[in-house]
């Protein structure tokens, strides 16, 4: 389910599959998470034509001109004056919001994380998407210290959910390449509460050898919120380089993968997660990199080297920190554009505005 989808193949699987989608998808459009702007938000280097966003309200407005249905977006050192400012943008634009919230980390701060799950809620946002850890390959040396982290995740849970349950509010929790699959299902089925569930990244575990679309099955009955995005690797001598494509260049089936997530989780919102970065270096073929797996097969290494070894000779992957900043922000506008069109025109989603929007090959 890992090879790259060709669409002019007219297969009848292929147009079973796009007329299920067209089906689940009828006028709804595709969101936005803010990592998709990471280079213009609240970006120190001035642009004419690429003008940093400051705040929540500006990244709306422009949200609103190319057509996102929905906007993911942190809440934190917001006040009550643009909470109500952003959720009166989120009614004239009949946009959602969801935010993204640090959890607490100790009982002394449940006040912090009580205040900033308010002003969300006030601004109109239900969803709430968390990220408990980061790479746990490049963070942990031991495996007593990553334990002790899941144990403290579990604690952020269980001074979290009582706040998000009196408040209406759903937390969700991403697979954010810190969590195995099995991992991430153990502590929410642990919590069992309607009030946490999961922020589905279709490819953060690629990163930690998992299938991506296995991912997308076990994960998806559990989600509250998605993260799209599609992925392009490259073979390399410590392991391979893995970097965020515009939707439709990368190795991933996506029809199947939204498919599966809308069936299961027909609330969700689907937000593209196009972060226009350096390529991520996996060294799987490090020492370090398996302090943290135990126990995982071989044959999930193996897969995935055959995987990255099938994109040899292809077009290298990009590293935009030798672009200049004008480059680096007008490729990331293209990025965004070209992956909205795309999901037009072959996943589904609502066609509004997005023939306006497509950029030249």
């Known amino acids: ?143 007593e210290d990553f334990e002790r982290w899941k144990i403290s995740t579990l604690a952020a849970l269980a001074l979290a959910e009582p706040v998000a349950r009196r408040l209406g509010a759903y937390l969700a929790v991403e697979n954010h390449q810190d969590f195995e699959m099995h991992e991430l299902l153990a502590l929410v089925k642990k919590v069992a509460s309607k009030h946490v569930g999961i922020c589905l990244d279709t490819g953060n575990n690629l990163a930690l050898l998992e299938v991506p679309m296995a991912v997308v099955e076990a994960l998806a009955p559990y989600a509250f919120t998605v993260h799209l995005k599609d992925i392009s690797i490259r073979s390399v001598a410590a392991g391979f380089e893995m970097a965020e494509v515009p939707l439709g260049k990368g190795i991933f089936d996506l029809p199947a993968m939204v498919n599966t997530i809308r069936r299961a989780a027909p609330l969700a919102e689907f937000h593209l997660e196009m972060t226009t970065r350096n390529p991520l270096l996996i060294p799987c073929l490090s020492e370090q990199y398996w302090t943290t797996f135990p126990q995982k097969p071989g044959v999930d290494l193996v897969r995935t080297l055959a995987l990255a070894q099938q994109q040899i000779g292809k077009k290298s992957l990009m590293r935009i920190s030798e672009l200049s900043s004008e480059a680096r922000l007008n490729l990331e506008e293209t990025n965004i554009l070209e992956s909205l069109y795309f999901a037009a025109e072959k996943l589904g989603f609502s066609s509004e505005k997005m023939k306006a929007l497509k950029v030249d090959e």
């Open 1 to 143: 389910m890992l090879r790259r989808h060709l669409f002019c193949a007219a297969s009848a699987m292929l147009m079973s599959e796009y007329s299920a989608l067209q089906g689940a998808l009828s006028g709804k459009r595709l969101g936005l998470a803010i990592h998709s702007y990471s280079n213009r938000w609240k970006a120190k280097p001035t642009s004419l034509k690429y003008p940093p966003f400051q705040d929540v309200l500006d990244v709306m407005d422009h949200c609103h001109s190319i057509g996102v249905s929905s906007l993911q977006i942190g809440v934190q050192d917001w006040d009550r004056d643009k909470a109500q400012k952003a959720r009166a943008s989120s009614e004239s634009y009949d946009m959602n919001l969801e935010g993204i919230i640090r959890l607490p980390q100790a009982p002394g701060d449940v006040p912090r994380f009580t205040q900033e799950l308010r002003l969300g809620r006030e601004a109109g946002a239900r969803v709430f998407c968390a990220a408990m850890g980061g790479r746990r390959f490049e963070i942990y040396t031991q495996m």
